[in-house]
């Protein structure tokens, strides 16, 4: 049974931080590329972060220089450090694991950044 669980999110004030953790079972981790993705309220679901299986990354232009994605093979766990973050970050974020046809979402945490 695949499952990824996501953690970390929460509550911060404009100009703070938290790491999103997205462990993972039921996958051979190091083959799948990994993602981010956020929705927030009347929005599509974008892509925030992604790391491919040979460690390659990359970001959407609004969190260039404020997040980073990285990932734990041995623990089969993907992390996205989110710093200075803004209002504008509010949103579910989802954590996505895809390798070939198959591919699998984690639940959601909510984000929410406010004073």
């Known amino acids: 049974q695949v499952q990824l669980v996501e953690s970390g999110g929460g509550l911060v004030q404009p100009g703070g931080s938290l790491r999103l953790s997205c462990a993972t079972s039921?996958?051979?981790?190091?083959?799948?590329?990994m993602g981010w993705y956020r929705q927030a309220p009347g929005e599509q679901r974008e892509l925030v972060a992604a790391?491919?299986?040979?460690?390659?990354?990359n970001y959407a232009d609004s969190v260039k220089g404020r997040f980073t994605i990285s990932r734990d093979i041995p623990k089969n766990t993907v992390y996205l450090q989110m710093n200075s973050l803004k209002p504008d970050d509010t949103a579910v974020y989802s954590c996505?694991?895809?390798?070939?046809?198959?591919?699998?979402w984690g639940q959601g945490a909510q984000v929410t950044v406010s004073s």
């Open positions: 996505n694991a895809h390798w070939s046809s198959l591919e699998y």
């Open positions: 039921g996958i051979t981790f190091r083959l799948y590329a």
């Open positions: 790391i491919t299986s040979g460690g390659s990354t």
